[in-house]
């Protein structure tokens, strides 16, 4: 069955970085897009990046130049490098992949930027 696991988060102080993984098994990683969600408290779940299975990006406005998803299809990985981070970018982030239209999440990992 298709599973999500991430980690990686923790506590960083205003201007600190923070990587994050999510590890997937259970389908043929190298031929899905991978993008990350955050919910903060709230508010709505957002999309913050992804990746298709070619190696091209987006992001969200807000996390432009900050922040980069990239894959290791060899690990079945897919990372969130954040950088210069905000107390606005406190959420629980997720990891998500879809697959025959379902969608399948991680169960999240919490990132908290506070002095």
């Known amino acids: 069955q298709v599973q999500l696991v991430e980690s990686g988060g923790g506590l960083v102080q205003p201007g600190g970085s923070l990587r994050v993984s999510c590890a997937a098994s259970g389908f043929t990683f190298s031929y ?24 091209s990006t987006y992001y969200a406005d807000s996390v432009k130049g900050r922040f980069t998803i990239s894959r290791d299809n060899a690990k079945n990985t897919v990372y ?29 990992t919490q990132v908290t930027v506070s002095l």
């Not at 899905?32 to 408290?41: F, H, L």
């Not at 709230?42 to 190696?55: C, P, S, W």
């Open 32 to 55: 899905y897009s991978m993008s990350w969600y955050r919910q903060a408290p709230g508010k709505e779940r957002e999309l913050v990046a992804a990746i298709t299975r070619d190696g």
């Open 80 to 108: 969130l490098q954040m950088n210069s981070l905000k107390p606005e970018d406190t959420a629980v982030y997720y990891c998500k992949t879809q697959l025959f239209r379902h969608d399948y999440w991680g169960q999240g």
